[in-house]
């Protein structure tokens, strides 16, 4: 007998009806991808050019305020927040509390409406908005 | 099974069991995590109390203790972090041993060449002594 790796597998994914909750935990993982990936990459990339000095920070300028580049601090910005908020939600649920269908969802749906109005205030104070 | 039939009960269940690593990479996503809620924090505000961005501001700022040793703690915990988020990923979606090996080798060499050059370009900015 061969050793597969055909494990038992229950049906997730395809049988929920979609909730906050269900969105922020997929939320969480695309967020947490996307920090790793992409913004681990581009806080690598300005503290090399800050070390290079000249036309590397220059390029790295260029890149930050660009309208493609901003595009991609602000996402970033907005991931930052998703994924604290949601992973304070997790370490809160690790403890076993917040498990009840109502606070759950309460709080699910605290995340995405926290992490889009802190993105809207960082940016507006980074902008000069508030002064 | 490929150990043959006069393997002991035993002998059947070791290796297709727990590699018992799992609680440790468990806590280490947690912990991580409760450091980079500080951390993370203090990024976004210092961000928004420097004056610009231009290089000498930020080779000022991250050339003094009060921002290396912070930046340095972010870079470090949040490579580990990623690269502890990023494995859970890997191992939930491919399944197949060849590929998830060479995937989680390819981000654990990722993690730790990125976190290296920007560990260098901090080391750079504070004892490099370009003004």
């Known amino acids: 007998m061969a050793i597969t790796n055909e494990r038992p597998l229950s049906p997730h994914l395809s049988i929920w009806r979609w909730g906050p909750h269900m969105l922020v935990s997929i939320l969480h993982r695309v967020t947490g991808a996307g920090l790793t990936i992409l913004g681990l990459a581009v806080l690598t990339w300005w503290l090399a050019a800050a070390a290079e000095g000249g036309e590397s920070y220059e390029t790295f300028l260029g890149f930050a305020t660009a309208p493609f580049g901003l595009l991609i601090l602000v996402g970033l910005t907005w991931a930052f927040y998703q994924h604290l908020l949601s992973g304070i939600r997790h370490l809160a649920m690790d403890s076993g509390a917040a498990f009840e269908l109502t606070t759950n969802r309460r709080f699910a749906i605290l995340t995405i409406v926290g992490s889009v109005v802190l993105t809207a205030l960082t940016w507006a104070a980074f902008l000069g908005v508030f002064e | ?131």
Do not use: Q
């Open chain 2, 1 to 131: 099974m490929s150990l043959g039939d006069s393997a002991s009960p035993l002998g059947k269940v070791r290796g297709i069991g727990s590699a018992e690593e799992g609680g440790g990479h468990w806590i280490s996503e947690r912990v991580t995590s409760i450091a980079l809620i500080i951390l993370g924090v203090w990024l976004v505000v210092s961000l928004l109390l420097l004056p610009d961005l231009n290089l000498p501001t930020v080779r000022e700022w991250l050339g003094a203790p009060s921002g290396a040793i912070p930046m340095t703690l972010l870079v470090i915990i949040s490579f580990v972090h990623g690269l502890d988020g990023m494995k859970v990923v890997v191992d939930d979606y491919v399944h197949e041993t060849g590929n998830n090996f060479a995937l989680n080798l390819i981000l654990l060499f990722l993690a730790i060449g990125g976190a290296s050059i920007a560990l260098f370009a901090l080391a750079r900015i504070a004892f490099g002594g370009n003004a």
